[in-house]
């Protein structure tokens, strides 16, 4: 299989490149090509911590795949002790410019793991599945492209869905609405929505036909219906009555409840990656967004996770108040500080009775 980049081919390495790589022990190099040594017959990434080979004895490989067809084996030290890191990186660098179906086994093959192994790693990281975050990544070249004017047959196929039929049978899951639907800004889509008072003041429920796509919480009833109406502002908005509230008003009232009903929430793919960690949080603990960003595998992306979080569309569904700044300050929070500190009060509250852990930061 051939690497993906995100948007550009990776830059050809000389042999004279990748043998100073080999010296210098480059991690930064790890992905790009791998060595083998005649004497040994073993391969290894240029990272790796064994002796240094003598340079007539060593041949430089495009990839894993390929060294095994050399009749090459892994070395047991560099492979087991490989990055998990570098690892899920390169597979989010696949997936980001993977404009075709990616097949699994080759790209496992090529980083020198199993694919259950991949798998696995890579949900514990980066909190979806591969194919998950590829979907997420497939959505998002298609959102950009609607955005931009293109027309949907191009937005489609640019994007890597294989035919027309394939798109819409996706776009439910992926777009949370059909092609058409989303590039005239939700026109032909049908919000329902209730309010009610609680204990945080007015909270607004809205969905879709597919699931909860918002829940926002304010000083006022005419507070939170504007939110919704800035939010979707082609949609037809429809008021209903309260039975959709229950739940929501019982996950305020008892942040720990479990919550049942479908969601359609939308945005960009580490956005939706970010999301999925927050809802992995136990209720009457927190986490720091350093922590959250080293679980979806972006440890440097600390400020982009507190973004995403001030972007959660589902307010307590989506639990981004259980996240806290590293010093334990409450950091921010969209529908305001004092109702984040409430929640949390309420969840460590609820959780002290049965031996939950604690709070945590």
Partial sequence: MREHRAGTEPTEMSDSERWRAVVERDASADGRFVYGVATTGIFCHPSCGSRQPLRNNVRFFENVQAAREAGFRPCRKCFAGHSIDTTIAEVCRVLAGAEERVVWSEVAARLGVSESYLHRRFRERVGMTPGAYARAQRAERFRSRL???????????????????????????????????????????????????????????????????????????????????????????????????????????????????????????????????????????????????????????????????????????????????????????????????????????????????????
């Avoid at 058409?180 to 032909?188: A, E, H, P």
């Avoid at 909860?212 to 082609?234: D, S, Y």
């Avoid at 009555?241 to 305020?252: C, K, R, S, Y």
């Fill in 147 to 361: 955005a931009s004017g293109e027309t949907v047959a191009g937005a489609l196929y640019d994007a890597g869905y294989g035919s027309s039929g394939r798109a819409y049978e996706r776009a439910g899951v992926d777009l949370g609405m059909t092609p058409l639907q989303y590039r005239k800004g939700g026109r032909d889509l049908q919000i329902r929505f209730a309010t009610a008072p609680c204990s945080l003041g007015w909270v607004l429920a809205a969905r879709t036909d597919r699931g909860i796509c918002a829940v926002e919480l304010g000083e006022t009833e005419e507070n939170v219906r504007q939110r919704l109406q800035e939010r979707f502002p082609h949609a037809e908005i429809v008021e209903e009555g309260t039975a959709m509230l229950d739940d929501v008003v019982q996950q305020i009232e008892h942040p720990g409840t479990s919550f049942h009903l479908p969601l359609d929430v939308r945005g960009t793919a580490f956005q939706q990656r970010v999301w999925e960690a927050l809802r992995a949080i136990p209720a009457g603990t927190t986490v720091t967004y350093t922590r959250i960003a080293e679980q979806i595998g972006s440890p440097d992306a600390v400020r982009a996770v507190a973004s995403a979080c001030a972007a959660n569309p589902v307010a307590v569904i989506v639990p981004c108040h259980r996240v806290l700044r590293r010093n334990g300050e409450l950091g921010g929070y969209r529908w305001g500080l004092e109702r984040k500190e409430k929640l949390l009060q309420r969840e460590r509250e609820e959780a002290a009775p049965s031996g939950c852990a604690p709070v945590r930061s």
